[in-house]
């Protein structure tokens, strides 16, 4: 007769027992062995809190063996913050969701209240806590994405970038850049990074500017 050894022992043993318990199997929906009983979210500093407990929910007495990937990616779509994600399982009973999540670029200023404005140009729910004001941009009026994030986008590659508080967004597509110094910057609706470079140079070239209006192409107003 021939004698099991080693792996060949345990995959038999392993096999009987999913064999011996098939009923059960059923009735339960669930593998009885490595049961979840740790969930650890990582790099979730945004991710919003219904959404980690719809996910920790659906995997209560779910199996290491045979999670529902699929289930917890539908979750996680509905957040406005994660990017993607990836699953590891930690045995006998942890899984752990490694999140990349989209940043704050900004936060939108609406009704006395600051929401942070994601990497995607989204302005999402969550609202920026008084004591972060001053740490990142603002900006306020009439939000439309596409514009905002064309423009938001040559602005972020600018050397004034850093010195930013504010940005109003305007009609006819202007917007007006409130810097920490208080200059006010007036841009018009051409060329974004042409408008940038202009400003550069101005700003290296004259200091202590109350208001610098760049509105008309090739014509400059400082003050």
Known sequence: MQVLKGKNKIIFFLFLFFFLTTYKFHQENSFPLFKIKHVQFNNNIYLEENIKYKIINSLEKQSLLNINNKAISSFLKESQWVENFKINKNYPNKIILQINELK???????????????????????????????????????????????????????????????????????????????????????DINLQMMTLTKVMKKYKNLSSIDLRNKGRIVIK
Request: proline share 1%; aromatic share 12%.
């Open 104 to 190: 704050p670029i900004a936060v939108f200023k609406k009704k006395e209240k600051l929401y942070f404005i994601n990497s995607n140009f989204e302005i999402t729910n969550k609202i920026a806590e008084k004591s972060s004001d001053f740490i990142i941009i603002q900006a306020l009026g009439l939000y439309q994405k596409k514009i905002f994030k064309k423009k938001f986008s040559e602005i972020m590659k600018s050397q004034i970038y850093s010195n930013i508080r504010s940005i109003k967004i305007l009609n006819l597509n202007r917007l007006d850049i409130y810097l920490k110094n208080n200059t006010n910057i007036k841009l018009g609706n051409y």
